[in-house]
């Protein structure tokens, strides 16, 4: 087979949820698959975390902006090099393409209502790229994949793609991601001292961080150690808006907010954290909560989508727009050793069923019966 694989946004520095998928997707495909050929088509960037082996060409194609990238180069590019199938990775594909096509459906947030709030232009931009895109590459698809049952029935039901199109690949995560001692206090980069929870809140809405913040009032109002909050890359001025909105003053000298957080420091960050706190209203599947769990580290989560899939019915699952349950199992876990420790453990044994190993046997199962089908 000669496979073409989408994966524009690679390179740049700052990745995202979708950009570590198709990465960790591809270095375990070079290392298991020395059989079939594939070209790896990406934005040129900075940060070139994959490099081309025998079997696996990297491919750099520049173009201006992502629909244009996506649009016009990409189908051009990929039919130059010849390949049977183009996996296209992040929601969205090429709507004039006579290459079979396989797209990776990681959700269909940008179909759902939006709450208002939302004032990110790079946010809204992409939103409104997906949600007219979408609808008119679907029925092109040979095979859709998503990430976790709740959101392949989530599809089904929302757009009524036949289920034989579909396919469900849980996500992995990091082999990095493990209870590591932090010899070197690399956790000192982002907070002074050991013990805090940590929140990956932003401002995209979904992430709950308001509800979130004021949860976490609640805790320092009862809480007699009063831990810190170590959140990443979140805006000041986002942050600003929600304490005077709510009136939560109390929090502001207890936030630590270092920016961005580089990847290969995280599970130093998991790891030296009391809890992390994922408490989102909705995910497709959820990364983050198994790179905690598999650190070692009690994880607070939702009871919505994914969630309880990924996370398993023994983790500790709250309403996430309730903040006073949210804080009162903060307190729990400060103050129930017992039930801290279950926690740990519980957490440790969950993360083992997931690998991007698993993930990339099951991706190339899928390219191989995509491929029977196009040959018939």
């Not at 579909?166 to 932090?182: H, L």
């Not at 307190?331 to 420790?341: G, H, I, V």
Request: charged letters at 25%; glycine letters at 6%.
């Amino acid at each position: 087979m000669r496979i073409g694989i989408e994966a524009q946004r690679i390179f740049r520095k700052n990745k995202h949820g979708m950009d570590y998928v198709v990465l960790q997707e591809i270095k375990e495909l070079q290392q298991m698959d020395t059989e079939n050929e594939y070209y790896v088509f990406v934005k040129p960037g900075e940060d070139r975390c994959v490099e081309s082996t025998k079997n696996v060409h990297i491919i750099e194609l520049n173009c201006p902006s992502y629909p244009l990238w996506e649009q016009w180069a990409l189908p051009r590019i990929a039919k130059k090099y010849g390949v049977d199938i183009l996996h296209c990775t992040s929601n969205t594909a090429p709507i004039w393409c006579n290459i079979p096509l396989v797209l990776t459906l990681h959700d269909i947030i940008f179909l759902e209502p939006r709450d208002k709030q939302n004032h990110s232009l790079y946010q809204n931009l992409g939103w409104l790229y997906r949600r007219l895109n979408v609808p008119r590459i679907l029925d092109k698809c040979h095979r859709i994949i998503t990430v976790s049952n709740f959101e392949m029935e989530n599809i089904i039901s929302k757009l009524n793609i036949p289920r034989e199109q579909m396919a469900m690949i849980y996500n992995g995560y990091n082999e990095w991601f493990r209870p590591v001692e932090d010899t070197q206090e690399i956790y000192k980069k982002y907070i002074a001292g050991k013990g805090y929870f940590f929140f990956l809140g932003n401002t995209d809405p979904k992430k709950n961080t308001e509800r979130t913040l004021i949860a976490y009032s609640k805790y320092l109002n009862q809480s007699t150690i009063k831990r810190k909050l170590l959140m990443a890359d979140l805006n000041p001025e986002y942050l600003n808006g929600i304490i005077e909105r709510n009136g939560i003053e109390n929090i502001r000298e207890n936030i630590v907010m270092p920016g961005y957080i580089v990847n290969s420091d995280l599970p130093y960050i998991y790891a030296n954290a009391f809890g992390f706190l994922y408490t989102s209203l909705r995910e497709s599947f959820g990364i983050p909560l198994l790179e905690a769990m598999a650190c070692g580290t009690p994880v607070i989560t939702s009871n919505t989508s994914s969630m309880p899939e990924i996370g398993g019915r023994d983790a500790i699952l709250v309403n996430p727009e309730n903040s006073d349950e949210i804080a009162g199992m903060m307190l729990r876990l400060e103050t129930d050793q017992a039930f801290y420790e279950q926690q740990k453990q519980i957490g440790l044994e969950r993360a083992k069923l997931f690998s991007w190993k698993k993930t990339a046997e099951h991706l190339l199962n899928l390219y191989q019966d995509v491929y029977q089908e196009i040959k018939r």
